[in-house]
């Protein structure tokens, strides 16, 4: 079964788990979390006859939480997702370093990449105009998908954005990486999440109270859970 791996990126809080709950449980998650290292899901779609696997990997916005994981997300990657939030213009900004970051990976044209715009919902604060986010987008001959994860009414346009997403990559039929679809994918994930085990510090004290989290104590923390903790803005 082939799998294609497909990275989520933007800047915190701009709604990317979320995004990705939605698509692969079809519902927004009851409790909404900040990305601490790499959130990561599995999709299997069938198209065309073909039995395909969407591998979507999530990774937390703030640089300190990823530092240590940048080769390891990066790596085998099919498909660039980049989302920001409409109500929140320094997300949208940011995107430019994004597109950056991936073309410093080798992530640049040649493979999909599409722009996502989350909580269209809030339409009393939204501050980036489609006009203006369609102009980036076309600049980076990137397609515009705006959406919200947490409205059931979207539901079944996020999906239709992996779906298109899912359609684009089984066309095109990429080259690399050569071994996806093996056990490669799983040994690439082991390795992310060691590297971020043993990362000096996976987590940094933040304004929104997210505690500092060092290697080896992740067991003693009473407040730790798993890659994430608990949030109120993700949608």
Known sequence: MKTYKIIVIGDSNVGKTCLTYRFCSGHFPGTTEATIGVDFREKRLTLAGDDIV??????????????????????NVHAVVLVYDMTRTSSFQSLRGWVSECERQGLGSSIPRLVVGNKCDDTEHITVSTT???????QHNMPLFETSAKTDSECDHIESIFLTLAHKLKASRPMMPPNMGDDSDESTIAEAMDEMHRSETTAALLDSGLVDIRSGDFSSDPNYTGRQEPGSWCC
């Open 54 to 75: 969407l591998q979507l990997w999530d990774t937390a916005g703030q640089e300190r939480f990823r530092r240590s994981m940048v080769q390891h997300y990066y790596r």
């Open 132 to 138: 203006i986010a369609q102009r980036f987008a076309d």
